[in-house]
């Protein structure tokens, strides 16, 4: 949502911390994939946002690679994942790396959909 908003609007930055939390044992980014992967279309439309921005190619890579994995994840398929990709080449290049992960993830946290 962040990175829809600051095409649109100015934003401002700040380099000073508003909040300060805790690192829990058993806390949310402990299970972070896992909580991916039960909502992957979140995590798909975001990746997909990241995909128009002039941040660094490796990044952008990252994302594509997580837009097509969280988008088997929400069922859909590889050629609708490249149709409505935003950038449609980087999405193509990743096809093949990103379902190795896909099946790793989907080994590796099986039953939890």
């Known amino acids: 949502m962040w990175v829809q ?9 700040i380099n000073k911390a508003i909040y300060i939390g805790e690192y829990l044992e058993n806390g949310l980014m402990k299970s972070r994939r896992k909580n991916n992967i039960k909502s992957p279309k979140g995590c798909m439309t975001r990746a997909n ?3 128009y921005s002039d941040i660094n190619l490796k990044f952008r890579t990252k994302c594509a690679l997580q837009y097509m ?3 088997w994840f929400a069922g859909r398929s590889t050629a609708q994942l490249i149709k409505d990709a935003n950038q449609k080449w980087l999405v193509c290049l990743c096809t ?12 590796d946290f099986r039953g939890i959909q």
Do not use: E, N, S
């Open 69 to 71: 994995i969280y988008g």
């Open 96 to 107: 093949i790396p990103a379902r190795v992960i896909y099946t790793k993830w989907k080994f």
């Open 49 to 51: 946002g990241y995909l």
């Open 5 to 13: 908003m600051a095409r649109k609007y100015r934003m401002v930055h």
